[in-house]
């Protein structure tokens, strides 16, 4: 009766651990900052459009109680004229609005000026009362100039471009009144929050201080003037303790959690995309042929440790040709933690199959783990835990809607309960088998059990099926029915 209760305890400690760290890791990979870009600048001797870019993730500020909002934004020029504003809601009134002007080779900062509109008049600076509670720090404003490939340049007006980036933080800015008719609260829940944008290419600002008098833009809507987009800021949302960091403007990316039109959870399923076919391999890896390995490896059979290795091969397979579909998605920018843990996984795979055959090498030859063999059981732990999360936070990244993600979840938690459950019924027949046999006195030696949980390793007692006659000879010291050198 004890042992039966101190394996129970044993396997709900597992569970536990395994699960804890799943949902720590998924709520690292949940966030993704979401962004939106007008590309329209054709450099200086060119008829070009806006451009610019927006990225922002919204954070939940526990000891405030309140969301705070984290900004990025470059804007691309080819001069110090005119300047260039995106604001929350789909009107001026009671906009939350940044605009960005200055002079690129006077050696300041872009001018970062915090404004709203009581209607479509000159926007005003923003004053404490009319914050409602929110706050607003800059956190970055600089001019870097670029090349006509992109790549960096000296600040000079020969420059092909300037580009200023800025970055700063709205504490509190889900208090932000948002007054006027036709504006909107800044919420963190909201799916398809409106934006606008807004510019004026030809004015020259006389004063650079963040007060400076505005001409007005264009009022023709699209590239002439000014537009709406529509920002998921819920996929932004982050709700760790510690705050994400500013979020960074993936290059060339034009939109990701926005939409020029207003945004539907309803998106369309296109069969042979690319981001279709990156989600199914990965799905078939992680969701089913990872799990199948592990059902191998403690299937009792005896040829086990070859189903494990040929599964686990096939699995890597697919995983190793998501990756490169990811890759080529990309674009050569990998700034979201989506991606980043989605290479890690990826790489860690080719040490995990070097790790896995060194540590059946060894046990043949010792009978017994070494830090190899815990090394590959660990790391294939570590790999199913972070592509299980890497796996839902990508469903997140192409907005797919909750029912989904809520059933993809279950699917996992239930693997990780069925698994834990099978590796440890194995674990307690091979237990009961070895208490038999070392009650019969004609065996004098057995195979040496660890009763690992949840191993994606090898099996000793299958490993010592795969042996040849050759290896099993009377004189072996190793085979498991005769005694080793020295005992009694």
Same mark, same amino acid.
């Given at each position: ?61 526990? *000891? !405030?109680?309140?969301? @705070?909002?984290? $900004?990025?934004?470059?804007?691309? %020029?080819?001069?110090?004229? #005119? =300047? ?121 600002? *006389? !004063?650079?201080?963040? @007060?400076?008098? $505005?001409?007005?833009?264009?009022? %023709?809507?699209?590239?002439? #003037? =000014? ?262």
């Amino acid at each position: 009766m004890f042992n039966i209760i101190m394996a129970r305890n044993s396997i709900c400690r597992v569970l536990l651990v395994w699960i804890t760290t799943f949902v720590y890791l998924f709520g690292i990979t949940l966030a993704e900052p979401v962004q939106y870009c007008k590309f329209g600048y054709k450099g200086k001797e060119g008829n070009g459009d806006v451009d610019f870019c927006m990225a922002v993730a919204m954070h939940e500020n526990h *000891s !405030s109680n309140a969301y @705070d909002m984290y $900004l990025s934004m470059t804007v691309t %020029r080819g001069s110090d004229l #005119g =300047w260039t504003a995106i604001g929350t809601g789909s009107v001026m009134a009671g906009s939350l609005m940044t605009i960005v002007y200055g002079e690129p080779l006077t050696g300041e900062p872009p001018v970062v000026s915090i404004r709203t509109a009581a209607a479509h008049h000159q926007p005003k600076l923003i004053t404490k009362g009319q914050a409602g509670g929110a706050d607003f720090r800059v956190l970055r404003a600089e001019w870097r100039a670029i090349k006509e490939d992109g790549t960096p340049a000296t600040l000079s007006s020969s420059s092909y471009a300037y580009v200023a980036e800025v970055s700063l933080v709205c504490y509190s800015c889900n208090l932000w009144p948002a007054k006027g008719r036709g504006s909107s609260k800044i919420s963190a829940t909201a799916t398809s929050l409106p934006w606008i944008w807004a510019w004026n290419e030809d004015q020259e600002i *006389s !004063s650079l201080s963040d @007060d400076a008098h $505005l001409n007005g833009h264009r009022h %023709r809507r699209g590239n002439g #003037g =000014w537009g709406e987009f529509y920002v998921d800021m819920s996929r932004s949302l982050d709700t760790a303790e510690n705050p994400p960091p500013v979020p960074s403007i993936q290059s060339g990316v034009r939109t990701l959690g926005t939409s020029d039109t207003p945004i539907s959870r309803n998106t369309n399923f296109t069969l042979f995309s690319n981001g279709t076919i990156h989600g199914v391999l990965m799905g078939m890896a992680f969701l089913v042929i990872f799990p199948l390995g592990v059902l191998a490896m403690r299937s009792q059979s005896s040829k086990s440790f070859k189903y494990h290795w040929i599964i686990q091969l096939i699995a890597s397979l697919c995983t190793g040709a998501g990756a490169i579909v990811g890759i080529v998605m990309s674009h050569g920018s990998f700034n979201s933690p989506h991606q980043v843990a989605g290479l890690l996984v990826s790489g860690v795979l080719g040490l995990q199959a070097f790790l896995g055959w060194r540590h059946h090498v060894i046990f043949v030859r010792v009978r017994q783990r070494t830090w190899i063999s815990h090394a590959h059981i660990w790391a294939g732990r570590l790999i199913m835990i972070v592509g299980w999360a890497n796996f839902l936070s990508g469903m997140l990244f192409v907005a797919t809607g909750p029912f989904w993600v809520i059933l993809v979840s279950a699917i996992i938690v239930g693997e990780i309960v069925g698994l834990t459950f099978w590796v440890w019924s194995c674990n307690r027949h091979k237990s009961r088998k070895s208490t038999l046999e070392a009650s019969d006195p004609h065996v004098t030696w057995q195979q040496e059990r660890d009763g690992e949980y949840f191993t994606v390793g090898e099996d000793e007692e299958t490993e010592m099926n795969e042996l040849g006659d050759h290896d099993k000879h009377e004189s072996s010291p190793y085979d498991p029915m005769l005694p080793r050198h020295g005992s009694r």
